[in-house]
Nanobody, 115 residues
Framework: QVQLVESGGGLVQAGGSLRLSCAAS????????MGWYRQTPGKQRELVAS???????NYADSVKGRFTISRDNAKNTMYLQMNSLKPEDTAVYYC?????????WGQGTQVTVSS
């Protein structure tokens, strides 16, 4: 059984940085692509960034040049380094495999960016 646990969220001022972590249990982590997603109230969850098991990455246009996704397969952990944060980045951030499976959504971690 796979469990994904997000951490690292918090309150930060605009222009600041945060680093999110996603710890995965189970053997699936090393053989699949992973993604970071985010959701704000009243909106659909959106893909922020994805990374293949080999490390190839892809980003939403809104975060290109500011966010960096990475993974450590030895530690079964994925990261999202978020720099130059904007108020519009405020959301609950989730990790999941890519494409996402409903069974793997966790609680997420709240990121709040104040102006």
């Amino acid at each position: 059984q796979v469990q994904l646990v997000e951490s690292g969220g918090g309150l930060v001022q605009a222009g600041g940085s945060l680093r999110l972590s996603c710890a995965a249990s189970g053997s699936i982590f090393t053989i699949v692509s992973m993604g970071w997603y985010r959701q704000t109230p009243g909106k659909q969850r959106e893909l922020v960034a994805s990374i293949t098991r080999g490390g190839s990455t892809n980003y939403a246009d809104s975060v290109k040049g500011r966010f960096t996704i990475s993974r450590d397969n030895a530690k079964n952990t994925m990261y999202l380094q978020m720099n130059s944060l904007k108020p519009e980045d405020t959301a609950v951030y989730y990790c999941n495999i890519f494409p996402a499976w409903d069974r793997y959504w966790g609680q997420g971690t709240q990121v709040t960016v104040s102006s």
